[in-house]
């Protein structure tokens, strides 16, 4: 099979707005190449992916995305130029250069693996990949993953920042709706602290990955993914509606709130760039919704809502 790799050069302020266009689009293994970030987290000690070796600080980064050439392709790249556009808009110095080109599956879809080591986040939950050995300790929830051509291994901000609110706010029983379930990390992690969820997602890759996933972790039993949008396979209404996705398509899905989410549910939005998070405030006041909670981290957003006057 073959990929079209997306390499945007930008400057290193702007590499987690370009980088969560190409999550937002269901891009397998994306990377980002940024000198003085590797540094930092070889200094820390927090982070042990390999031997970076040399690193010169150039203050530019290099995000690279990998779309497959299938009948999606044209309209993924059209949506990445238009995020982009909407990016240069507001930080006309940022993105500097877009390359594209060919490349086979087997070129890459290894050598990212070298990135992806277990992590925590949270109190309890411990991701690991499905080919690293960990000794998990009594507390621990593991997830187990293989992101493989979809998204989501649970160290971008804005999964970590869902990971940390479900662990808060998911009860045993409690239904839950994963809108945009990309790897489905969020969706076993709801299942694995009891909940029974439903996950969608429009792109058939991570469709695909996100059950294989499901499987890994034994919670097919509470976890059942399915391709298509909100109005043709989610029926009923769930105490727990999470989104991670991007500012716009979640000012989008916000009117169909009423229709899948209880009269005392919460509702989970993340992946809202800082300056995008008054938008969404505005969106969800306009349909009823207040802000319950608001956390930030690198520049990312969530807020969790429930309905104006619910008893909560």
């Known amino acids: 099979m073959n990929w079209r790799e997306i390499a945007v050069t930008v400057s290193s302020a702007g590499e987690e707005a370009v980088a969560d266009l190409f999550y937002q689009l269901g891009c397998p293994g994306v990377s980002v190449e940024d000198p003085e970030l590797l540094r930092s987290y070889v200094e820390s000690g927090n982070w042990d992916y390999h031997d970076f070796g040399e690193i010169a600080l150039t203050g530019t980064s290099v995000v690279k995305g ?5 009948h999606e392709l044209q309209s993924k790249l059209q949506r990445l130029d238009e995020g982009l556009k909407e990016v240069l808009h507001c930080f006309p110095e940022w993105v ?16 990212w693996k070298a990135y992806f080591k277990p992590v925590r986040i949270g109190e309890r939950f411990l991701i690991k990949p499905s080919w690293e050995e960990v000794t998990p300790q009594p507390q621990d929830i593991v997830l187990e993953l ?15 920042l869902c990971l940390g609110t479900l ?9 839950v709706f994963d809108l945009g379930t990309g790897s489905g990390i969020l969706a076993i992690a709801a299942a694995k602290l009891g909940a029974q969820v439903e996950a ?53 899905l916000i009117p169909d709130l009423k229709r899948i989410m209880r009269e005392d549910g919460e509702f989970l939005a ?16 306009e349909h009823g919704l207040e802000v319950l909670e608001k956390k930030e981290d690198s520049g990312w957003v969530l807020l969790r809502a ?7």
């Open 146 to 160: 293989d992101p493989g051509m979809a998204f989501g291994t649970g160290t971008h901000a804005t999964t970590s």
């Open 66 to 70: 990998y779309f497959c050439e299938d």
């Open 270 to 285: 993340s992946g809202i760039i800082e300056h995008r998070s008054p938008d969404v405030e505005a969106g969800l006041r």
């Open 200 to 252: 969608i997602d429009l792109d058939s890759v991570a469709v695909k990955v996100a059950q294989e996933n499901v499987e890994l972790n034994q919670v097919a039993g509470r976890v059942r993914v399915q391709q298509g949008d909100l109005g043709t396979v989610l029926h009923g209404q769930a105490d727990l509606v999470v989104a991670n996705i991007i500012a716009d398509v979640i000012l989008m």
């Open 167 to 175: 662990e808060e706010r998911v009860r045993p029983d409690m239904r």
């Open 96 to 111: 500097l250069q877009v390359k594209g080109l060919t490349v086979q599956e087997e070129d890459w879809a290894t050598s």
């Open 306 to 312: 429930g309905w104006q006057g619910a008893s909560l």
